[in-house]
């Protein structure tokens, strides 16, 4: 199965919030990137660069930055089963492939600090 599988919740858009807003704060910019389309709304990943060379060399100017992937991937929304099954079952090269979908390094850095 090729399709991108998210799994909203609560909790991961007071952690988005959160992180906009600290990033905002601290003057390098923000950057949200629409990555797919989950029936009629948008799935944004923020990234909040860690300092103004991080911001130059990922194109994040203050104080927002909004990229659209193109084109813009369908997505499902994956129930707790399925959740688990790729959580659990697929290997940990596909986690570090799904980081390098996002960009940004991500692999290499804190990405708990980016939603």
Request: contains cysteine; charged residues 25%; aromatic residues 10%.
């Amino acid at each position: 199965m090729d399709a991108v599988l998210v799994r909203p919740s609560d909790e991961s858009t007071r952690h988005a919030e959160k992180l906009f807003v600290s990033a905002a704060e601290r003057g390098f910019g923000v950057a949200l990137e629409g990555l797919v389309r989950l029936d009629h709304s948008i799935c944004c990943f923020v990234f909040a660069p860690d300092d103004a060379e991080d911001a130059a060399s990922h194109f994040v100017a203050p104080p927002i930055t909004m990229k659209v992937r193109n084109p813009l991937k369908s997505a499902h929304e994956a129930n707790a089963i399925q959740w688990w099954a790729v959580r659990r079952i697929l290997p940990a090269k596909n986690l570090r492939r799904a980081l390098q979908f996002f960009g940004y390094e991500l692999e290499g850095r804190d990405w708990t600090k980016n939603v």
